[in-house]
């Protein structure tokens, strides 16, 4: 089974900042990592997926990057409606999320 | 837009059983692979099981097979996922996603939650 670690577990930043999330899968996943992000009381919404492809209406601050086992999600100029967990997924064999990201502002 | 709406979660004792349903308001709901996710109080996120546009290909995660059964109406653009044993570690809210481009869920219900107490 891929195991999928996210860090750091919490990320705290200034509005206009730019927040770097990580995302290590525990053997190789090509390009095939999705980014989602669930606000409080909200499900889960994708934000990227094939490793930097944005989702349709998803704004261009938002950016993906990786391949293999090593991915980033990067927001630039933070704003205050991005306070969210961010999750990593795969799609290698089965699917599994990795445990989260949560992205406060100061 | 489409919109998944879920029903059926409830508060069941352990042993017990609960079907959970899905309405897809879109007109393309036989056209796509559609999946069940849960999010536990934690908030961890799993898999539990998807089905494909005509129910020849089903797959679960290892600890609901045998108990979990995931089928589908595509007369009535709805996902079912019928659940039996039930155990605490059930305790969830069920989110019914479509899957698109290959593997992604997209979108989300806004989940029905399922309590196993007694």
């Known amino acids: 089974e891929i195991v999928l670690t996210q860090s750091p577990a919490t990320l705290s930043l200034s509005p206009g900042e730019r927040a770097t999330l990580s995302c290590r899968a525990s053997q190789s996943l090509s390009r095939y990592l999705a980014w989602y992000q669930q606000k409080p009381g909200q499900p889960p919404r994708l934000l990227i997926y094939d490793a930097s492809n944005r989702a349709t209406g998803i704004p261009a601050r938002f950016s993906g990057s990786g391949s293999g086992t090593d991915f980033t999600l990067t927001i630039s100029n933070l704003e205050p409606e991005d306070v969210a967990v961010y999750y990593c997924?795969?799609?290698?064999?089965?699917?599994?999320f990795g445990p989260g990201t949560k992205v406060d502002i100061k | 837009e489409v919109q998944l709406v879920e029903s059926g979660g409830g508060l069941v004792q352990p042993g017990g059983s609960l079907r959970l349903s899905c309405a897809d308001s879109?007109?393309?709901?036989?056209?796509?692979?559609m999946s069940w996710v849960r999010q536990f109080p934690g908030k961890g996120l799993q898999w539990v099981a998807n089905i494909n546009q005509d129910a020849s290909e089903i797959n679960y995660v290892d600890s609901v097979k045998g108990r979990f059964t995931i089928s589908r109406d595509n007369a009535k653009n709805s996902l079912y996922l019928q659940m039996h044993g039930l155990t605490a570690e059930d305790t969830a809210v069920y989110y019914c996603a479509r899957v698109v481009l290959g593997g992604w869920f997209d979108p989300w219900g806004q989940g029905t939650l399922v309590t196993v107490s007694s």
């Open positions: 879109g007109f393309s709901f036989r056209s796509y692979w």
């Open positions: 997924q795969h799609r290698s064999t089965g699917f599994t």
